[in-house]
């Protein structure tokens, strides 16, 4: 049976799938007006015309609910919490993003005030109902729903973490509208009341989205099982996508985290910083032998409090724009020219972008594009260089070079933020290169940084999906319990796992798995007392000297004799699913074959034009050195070796750059 990984971005959607032994990739053109077009259409390419029934398993990564969150193209949503408390996902915490921006002023929320309603009733700290459930404020809150012609409801009372009683009444009078409902006690289990609104509510706002592009989906490729890819790095149902969309929010980027953590271990790398350069933005994140989660993240300004992986972005992708600020300076994105219009050299850009620089450099083949699928235009680029170049007092070459030097720039602050200013240091991390982009910056971007060493997977363009097929399907479950540490035993903790545990082995097995492909990691958001942020903590051995381990080396110290205080315990049900093997070569030789060169061009190396060899990357065999300049051509990515770095092959195929030091 074919197995298919799919991820769609914001300028290529990718597909890379396995039918038997055989591997295949493919890439095709995003659109964004519809991303299911792009998806259905490449898997029928695959399929050589109509999909088959039975005859697959489908792993997908979406950018759709990302995008309704970005575009604020979400559904019409309401809000019902406590009487009194409705304005609670608007006031916030006293966080503010732009501090010293005197004309800043905060976007409308996504679900206004006149959408947001209060009920009657209240749960207690220790989950005790202090007043019953007000059946008549919540019918009045129905009615009012369904005159504002809302199609999702977001519902959020205090305490309900605790005793979800009267947000189940509430459901269920909600019922008679036919509209999505998400409830805070299903979507994130957890006390802060701020930050489980905000999830509850974005979880609506998407939902329906999702589940009409979902749906679009399932019906085209019928019978065929459909997975989608999860924030933390696992898969999960397509119905459990549609119900609890916002577990999908950085999707994509979580299965390139995951196949770069899967091929590093296999060929022997596992403190890793991913680089994941796209047409339209870059993703990076430290993988310190593990893959990093977090509960902090936010989109767009809204509070996300569910796992993710730890991944920080910025606006630097192939498609970013360059331009020059009205002090008369370079500037290059955020904003990207996407796949429509795309860069200049796709034939219908008329803005500058960081393809058309590398392009004009000659760090790309315009007759390989795509493996020749594309190619790619030169002579109108040639012109809007000149033009740009003339106001910005530059040469067309010293212009381009300049594009490539602020983007590296960018993207070396943001390695740096999950990094440097974390206590780690690049030097002793491999850089992992991956993206349609990545290959021809990473060189540069290692160097900036003093790093080592540069990895670049098989299929670099496409990894994001490979990490897809690579993934299990998991289940995060949570509760808050604010117990003091030093009060509770293991037996304590064991007793508060059980209900968690039991769910996630009743999900698990219905979703085919047996009992010893399941398993259950469990941490505990630990702090100090007093302290109002926690560090999630593996609950093995002495967690307390664990999470004093671990503050010393967020926060520089340590305080040992305070108590610590256990606020959330977290279960991640695990199922294990069958994944692609990876087999090393047996034999390794160094001489590059003559038939992987396919030419010469003239690249531009700092100012210095060079005769560089042009290689095809899948004629390479393991063992084979590389050293620079070269450009390495494939059809999912090019690869940029310069001058100061050696390319050699590893035995599984991937591509280990050496990078002198400067």
Request: with cysteine; net charge negative.
């Amino acid at each position: 049976m074919l197995i298919l990984g799919v991820d769609t971005g914001g300028t290529f959607t990718d597909f890379i799938y396995r039918d038997g032994d055989n591997w295949g990739v493919h890439k095709r053109l995003s659109t964004p007006d519809n991303p299911s077009k792009a998806v259905i259409e490449g898997i029928r390419h695959i399929c050589g015309g109509d999909i088959p029934p039975a005859s697959m398993n489908i792993v997908h990564g979406s950018t759709v609910a990302t995008n309704a969150i970005l575009e604020r193209k979400g559904v019409k949503t309401a809000l019902i919490s406590t009487e009194g408390f409705t304005d609670v996902v608007e006031i916030g915490r006293q966080n503010r993003a732009d501090l010293y921006d005197l004309g800043y002023r905060r976007q409308p929320h996504i679900v206004p005030a006149d959408l947001r309603f209060g009920v009657g009733g209240r749960i207690g700290q220790d989950g005790e109902e202090v007043a019953p459930f007000d059946e008549a404020s919540a019918r009045a809150a129905v009615e009012a729903i369904r005159k504002t012609g809302a199609e999702s409801v977001a519902l959020c009372f205090l305490f309900s973490f605790l005793e979800p009683s009267h947000e189940r009444a509430m459901r269920d009078m909600l019922a008679e509208l036919n509209i999505p409902v998400s409830a805070s006690h299903e979507i994130l289990s957890e006390f802060r009341e701020f930050e489980r609104t905000s999830t509850t509510v974005v979880n609506a706002y998407v939902s329906p989205k999702m589940s009409a592009y979902l749906t679009d989906l399932k019906t085209a490729v019928g019978n065929n099982p459909l997975r989608v890819m999860q924030s933390n790095g696992g898969s999960i149902s397509v119905d459990t996508a549609m119900s609890e969309s916002v577990r999908t929010i950085l999707s994509g980027p979580a299965g390139g985290a995951v196949g770069a953590m899967s091929i590093g271990k296999a060929a022997g790398y596992d403190q890793l910083i991913t680089f994941d350069m796209g047409g339209t933005s870059s993703d990076v994140a430290l993988l310190d032998a593990d893959l990093p989660l977090t509960m902090e993240s936010a989109i767009s300004g809204y509070p996300v409090k569910v796992p993710m992986i730890d991944i920080h972005t910025v606006g630097a992708g192939g498609g970013s724009i360059a331009s020059l600020d009205e002090g008369g300076s370079l500037a290059v994105g955020p904003e990207s020219a996407g796949a429509d219009p795309g860069p200049i050299c796709y034939g219908k850009g008329t803005r500058i972008t960081v393809t058309d620089a590398n392009l004009y450099l000659g760090r790309l083949v315009p007759d390989h594009f795509l493996g020749g699928e594309m190619r790619l235009e030169t002579e109108r680029l040639s012109t809007a260089m000149e033009t740009m170049a003339q106001e910005a007092g530059l040469s067309p070459q010293e212009l381009a070079e300049g594009i490539l030097d602020v983007a590296n720039a960018n993207m070396e602050r943001a390695i740096r933020v999950i990094s440097v200013e974390r206590g780690f240091d690049p030097r002793e991390f491999t850089l992992f290169s991956f993206g349609g982009a990545g290959g021809m910056h990473c060189a540069f971007l290692a160097r900036l940084l003093n790093m080592p060493r540069v990895f670049v997977p098989v299929n670099a363009g496409i990894l994001s999906a490979v990490g897809m097929l690579m993934a299990d399907v998991i289940k995060d479950y949570s509760q808050t319990v604010m117990q003091t540490a030093q009060d509770v035993t293991t037996d304590d903790l064991r007793r508060s796992f059980a209900p968690l545990e039991e769910q996630g082995l009743s999900e698990l097995r219905g979703e085919g798995f047996a009992d010893d492909a399941i398993a259950f990691e469990r941490f505990l958001d630990m702090r100090y007392a007093g302290q109002s942020f926690e560090i999630m903590v593996p609950m093995e051995g002495d967690v307390v000297d664990a999470f004093e381990a671990l503050h010393e080396r967020s926060y520089g110290y340590r305080n040992p004799g305070r108590p610590v205080e256990i606020v959330n315990i977290r279960l991640r049900a695990r199922g294990r699913a069958a994944k692609p093997e990876l087999t090393p070569a047996q034999t390794l030789t160094e001489q590059v074959p003559d038939a992987a060169i396919k030419g010469v061009q003239p690249v531009v190396f700092d100012g210095e034009i060079r005769e560089t060899r042009i290689i095809a990357r899948g004629e390479l065999l393991p063992g084979n050195v590389v050293p620079g300049p070269a450009i390495l051509i494939e059809y999912s990515s090019t690869v940029t070796v310069p001058p100061f770095a050696t390319a050699r092959v590893d035995a599984f195929g991937n591509i280990i750059m050496d990078i002198e030091a400067r």
